[in-house]
């Protein structure tokens, strides 16, 4: 399992080597800055990039006092609570990082706006292989993704270059509906973790059509600001999750029940085909003998 576990970690470190050497840099462009909606409201300088922000600390606030509240989350190992601590720590920073760069847009205060971004990617991932691979394994893997995460901003900060804060932001985007769908849950209500996904990948789509949304909602709200609303509707699914959620009896994955579902449908099709196509029979006078 050891050595199993050190190809893993040796495969992911050659592709990315060879990904660094293969891939031209990519600088972090000053268009980003220039938000479609800059207007001012009661002296905020681009008000609703700002003030929709404030969603990510009461979320992340309730979700850490559960944590912690008589165990309401019904966590089981103490690295699921230390990975869910640092998410729902990173989701209440975003708050004060974001609103923190988009009082003044620049690559200076975005390092703050990723920053507690990057921590809840990281946390995710270290969840995700402890509740579906193995807990152990997933719990030492909490601080070096954390820091694997620390670095890449530090180093597009440095060095002008995003593709390793691009892998740490898009990897867990792929991997974990992946792991969603095809590893066994721990626990009940898996189902959540695509929702959340959803709403995740609907937030890049209004981030990269900030302005057009922005003229199409004749200018009362812009692309970003409903990124924001949206991209907090992630925590506030996994919150709903832990809170509803058992440990589940037969760990099942959504993949195999999906498919049992869909055998059920179709044996349930073939029966009423069958009773659909029954004989009728017409009702023939019969006459009496004399």
């Known amino acids: 399992m050891r050595k199993r576990t050190a190809l893993v970690w040796g495969v992911a470190i050659v592709c990315f080597v060879v990904l660094m050497l293969v891939t031209p840099a990519i600088p972090q462009s000053q268009e980003y800055h220039d938000f479609a909606d800059n207007r001012e409201f009661l002296g905020i300088p681009n008000a609703l990039n700002v003030i929709s922000n404030v969603p990510f600390f009461f979320v992340g606030l309730i979700g850490l006092v559960l944590c912690y509240y008589g165990n309401y989350f019904k966590l089981s190992l103490k690295g699921e609570l230390c990975g869910w601590t640092f998410f729902f720590i990173g989701v209440a920073a975003v708050a004060f990082g974001s609103s923190y760069y988009h009082l003044k847009p620049n690559d200076a205060r975005l390092v703050w706006d990723r920053l507690p971004m990057t921590v809840a990617f990281t946390s995710i991932i ?154 009728t029979y017409s009702v023939v006078p019969v006459e009496e003998s004399r």
Not at 159 to 173: E, H, K, N
Not at 177 to 182: E, F, T
Not at 186 to 194: E, R, V
Not at 211 to 232: F, R
């Open 126 to 279: 270290a969840i995700f292989i402890i509740e579906r691979v193995d807990a152990h394994k997933g719990t030492l893997s909490i601080l070096p993704l954390l820091l694997a995460g620390i670095v890449s901003i530090l180093y597009w900060r440095f060095f002008d270059d995003l593709r390793p804060y691009a892998l740490v932001q898009f990897v867990p985007c792929i991997a974990i509906p992946v792991m969603a769908i095809l590893l066994p849950p721990m626990y009940t209500h898996s189902t959540y973790w695509l929702w959340a996904a959803g709403f995740y990948l609907l937030a890049k789509i209004l981030e990269a059509a900030d302005k057009p949304t922005y003229n199409l909602t004749h200018h009362i709200v812009s692309g970003h600001t409903l990124k924001h609303l949206c991209a907090a509707m992630v925590p506030v699914f996994l919150t709903l999750m832990l809170a509803k959620r058992e440990i589940t009896e037969e760990r099942v994955s959504l993949l195999q029940m999906w498919r049992i579902s869909w055998t059920k449908v179709k044996e349930n099709g073939t029966i009423t085909n069958v009773e659909n196509t029954s004989c």
